[in-house]
């Protein structure tokens, strides 16, 4: 995958939980390691409402390759309410299976 299609990826992830659209985001992940129910209850532990992130913070994403495990990688990303940057992120792992994104919400940190 190439750096674009993970901040698309990324994106998209990011739009579903500030959208508050956790079944959609769980059938996205094939339910992996988070449930609608965990990925809710950690969203309403932030406190506020998520907002998208400005544009300019996909820029900065945090792209880790995944050691041992070829086309995969660890994304890292703030999580945002009206006020700014929170110290909650998400963190995703994502690979692609015959051309097509796989999507894995390892965990939602809430400070």
Do not use: C, Q, Y
């Not at 998209?12 to 956790?22: A, P, S």
Request: aromatic letters at 4%; zero cysteines; charged letters at 25%.
């Amino acid at each position: 995958m190439s750096p674009n299609d993970l901040v698309l990826v990324a994106k998209h992830v990011m739009k579903l939980l500030v959208e508050r659209r956790f079944e959609e985001l769980e059938a996205a992940t094939g339910g992996t390691r988070l449930s609608t129910d965990d990925m809710e209850a950690a969203v309403d532990d932030v406190g506020a409402a998520l907002v998208m992130p400005p544009e300019s913070v996909w820029r900065d994403l945090r792209i880790t390759p995944v050691r041992n495990w070829p086309g995969a990688f660890n994304l890292r990303m703030d999580l945002w309410t009206a006020r700014g940057r929170t110290t909650n992120s998400v963190e995703l792992t994502v690979h692609s299976s015959n051309g097509k994104p796989v999507i894995e919400v390892d965990d939602i940190i809430v400070a």
